[in-house]
């Protein structure tokens, strides 16, 4: 059965400091894999995408890695800011054409003056 | 760019009651999908579309039933409300690829009371 862990289920972090979201996927055959923010209240926003040949991604703030050996990724958030209190979600998709989405239950975030 | 837009933001109903909700994207995109998400859980995926004219059944699709008779509006349908469907539903649309320009709504919370 495809599946998708994420750790930790919360943390809380201080403004300006580091954090690490760790995601862990069974799921076959791999397409690509992709972290999103959902702010409370809102959908899911692409953060980052990544196809079997990538190892890391970034996106401003936010640096995405991939071990496709271990089957295992990360989401690394930097000088953390308020605005980054969310959800984040490690998606993986399913097949040739990546349309099948399996969901992890996401890390909540939520960052402290 | 309005992206996905899905109505109405909120809703409450009675076991028993029907209801349809809407979502609407912009991006002349080929597949469309439904989700709900609970706490703690991952979304999950209730009925998709590939097309105008076509549905199929994903992962959670009993008591509910969808149309896309357009092949910009997918319609998601409560026939008869459980409070087992209380939830928040999320509308999704993608290209065939869909690694990119997978897009999401910002949500339906409906409650079944």
């Known amino acids: 059965k495809n599946q998708v862990e994420q750790s930790p289920q919360s943390l809380i972090i201080l403004e300006g400091k580091n954090c690490t979201l760790q995601c862990n996927y069974t799921v076959s055959p791999f397409s690509n894999l992709r972290w999103y923010k959902q702010d409370t209240g809102r959908g899911p926003v692409s953060l980052t995408i990544?196809?079997?040949?990538?190892n890391t991604k970034s996106n401003g703030r936010y640096t995405a890695t991939l071990d496709a050996d271990t089957k295992q990724s990360s989401l690394h958030i930097t000088a953390s800011q308020l605005s980054d209190s969310a959800s984040y979600i490690c998606?993986?998709?399913?097949?040739?054409?990546?349309?099948?989405?399996?969901f992890g239950g996401g890390t909540r975030v939520l960052v402290k003056p | 760019n309005a992206g996905v837009t899905q109505t109405p933001k909120f809703r409450v109903l009675k076991t028993g009651q029907s209801m349809t909700l809407l979502c609407a994207q912009d991006m002349n995109h080929e597949y469309m999908y439904w989700y709900r998400q609970d706490p703690g859980m991952g979304l999950r995926l209730i009925h998709y579309s590939v097309g105008e004219g076509t549905t199929a059944k994903g992962e959670v699709p009993d008591g509910y039933n969808v149309s896309r008779l357009k092949k910009q509006n997918f319609l998601l349908g409560l026939e008869s409300a459980a409070p087992s469907q209380t939830s928040v539903y999320f509308c999704a649309s993608s290209t065939r690829q869909g690694a990119f320009g997978y897009t999401f709504g910002s949500g339906t919370r409906l409650t079944v009371v």
């Open positions: 990544m196809t079997f040949s990538e």
């Open positions: 998606v993986v998709s399913v097949g040739a054409a990546g349309n099948k989405l399996t």
